[in-house]
């Protein structure tokens, strides 16, 4: 199965298969104006599961190019111009949002906020410059239970060209399917679960693959690049059959590479591993989620070749991203109180209405996609600094996400390791953390669950930065 050295990447070869290949949107240069990549939604037949399972999914194409039901990998340069055309070809609207991307608030990807629905048949032109490096990804941001459930979340690689080179690199875009016998899609969510911590998928993937395995270059470092793109799901990884350092935590890397013993993530974030092979032809390593009482099998790994005898030793820090640390000496703070709320009957919605709200944000519970009648969250002066008190009043999990600035953990009541900057907190039950952030990126920014189902049941707000 694919894995692209990155010698091979570079030289372009269009030829390798699989969805690691597709090299979409990498030869703007800066100052060029690229071409955009046409990016079909579509509806298109996937093989998911191992029993042979294929459902109807809906998914990214790249221009009329048939498709394989996943999403592209889509690769961007650091500070180089990107533009994609989104052509929607599924018969309800959709739009496509860049997480973790620090980029324009017209480029966002939030209907009603951010910019017009995007209707069936419609085309709308996203073009920006990734300022940071790293592993992010992409979703719709309009009926995202049905959207991203059925398919639509793909991984953006942000490339550096400072970054150092590793032997062979792999991207694994990690989810769940929620497939009854037969193949056919079932119910998205259930409500009482929704009001808990969310609704588990019935078919667990890698690359829309049961347990796959890659090939790698035996005794060589070998980039994994994850993410967690479940709507649900909150994965626990660790590695057997070979070490492994940690040197990014959603694409901002980590000061200090530290050895791989379980990471928890959640729905949105992202981990960068440098995993060193075995020596061995043919010995395998295995990515686990050790989450829960049965721990399973993500994807395995597969040493190919004579060893390339590398030394884990040798991996440093990828350089870091220019993200501003903020000033608390005159930082705000802004309460950010996550709540269950009483439940209401949802206002109905263009982009999808649950039906039901379960969930707040400073017990205002969001009505539905558009901003209208709610007021933003706070209103946050361009380049000055903020520190949120978040403050976890439930006993769930909860991931929550920002678009369009990053912040920093400063402390918790829960947790020792403070990670990189990132745009997802990973809140523990009845975590209380403070988080600091520069409003250095104008327009108005979502803040809310990555639960898709506490997203769209309340759990929603947004800032306004001007
Ligand atoms: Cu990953 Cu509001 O999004
Ligand atoms: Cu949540």
């Known amino acids: 199965m694919p894995v692209i050295s990155r010698r091979t990447f570079l030289q372009g070869s269009a030829a390798l298969g699989g969805a690691f290949a597709l090299g979409a949107g990498m030869a703007a240069r800066a100052g060029t104006a690229p071409d955009p990549q046409i990016l079909m939604a579509q509806l298109a037949e996937a093989q998911i599961a191992k029993d042979g399972l294929t459902p109807k999914v809906m998914t ?18 650091k500070g180089e111009p990107y533009a994609a055309r989104l052509f929607n070809r599924l ?22 906020l951010t910019q017009p629905y995007v209707y069936p048949g419609d085309r709308f032109d996203y073009v920006f410059t990734p300022p940071d490096a790293g592993t ?23 490339e550096n060209p400072d970054d150092p080179t590793f032997d062979a690199e792999i991207v694994l875009n990690l989810r769940d399917w929620r497939l009854g016998t037969g193949g056919a899609f079932i119910d998205a969510f259930k409500p009482r679960d929704a009001a808990r911590g969310g609704t588990y998928g019935t078919v667990r993937t890698a690359n829309w693959q049961q347990e796959p395995t890659y090939d790698a270059p035996a005794g060589g470092l070998v980039r994994v690049r994850i993410a967690a793109t479940d709507v649900t799901r ?43 092979m075995p020596d061995g032809e043919g010995q395998t390593v295995a990515l686990g989620n050790l989450r829960g009482s049965h721990p399973w099998t993500i994807a395995r790994f597969r040493s190919a070749g004579a060893s390339l005898k590398r030394d884990l030793r040798d991996v440093g820090p990828l350089p870091a991203n220019p993200i501003a640390e903020a000033d608390l000496s005159t930082a705000t703070r802004v309460p950010l109180e996550l709540t269950a709320t009483a439940e ?28 209208d009648p709610i007021a933003p969250i706070e209103e946050m002066k361009l380049g000055k600094s903020y ?12 991931p929550i996400h920002l678009h369009g600035l990053s912040f920093r953990i400063l402390n918790s009541n829960k947790r020792t390791f403070l990670p990189p900057p990132t745009d997802t907190i990973l809140l523990l039950p009845d975590e209380q953390a403070e988080v600091a952030l520069v409003a250095d990126n104008p327009g108005d920014w979502v803040v809310h669950c990555h639960i898709i189902e506490h997203q769209k049941t309340g759990m929603t707000g947004y800032f306004k930065v001007v």
Request: with cysteine; charged share 15%; aromatic share 8%.
């Open 91 to 112: 018969d309800e609207p959709t739009t496509v949002h860049w997480h973790g991307l620090r980029i324009a608030n017209a480029m966002d990807g939030v209907p009603e």
């Open 234 to 276: 909150i994965y626990t990884i660790g590695l057997e059959g070979a070490e492994a350092k940690v040197i990014a935590l959603d694409g901002n890397p980590v000061d200090k590479p530290f050895a791989l013993d379980r990471y928890d993530f959640g729905p949105g974030q992202r981990v960068d591993l440098v995993v060193r």
């Open 344 to 371: 209401h009957k949802a206002t109905p919605s263009i982009c999808g209405s649950l039906g039901y709200t379960f969930w707040a944000i400073n017990k205002v519970p969001w009505p539905g996609d558009t901003p």
């Open 136 to 158: 992010f990804w992409y979703h719709p941001h309009c009926n995202t239970l049905t959207q991203m459930g059925a398919g639509l979340t793909g991984m953006i690689v942000v």
């Open 387 to 398: 520190v949120l008190e978040v403050a976890n009043r439930t006993p769930h999990a909860h």
């Open 60 to 77: 990214y194409g790249l221009g009329e190019a048939p498709s394989t039901g996943m999403p592209p990998v889509l690769r961007m340069r």
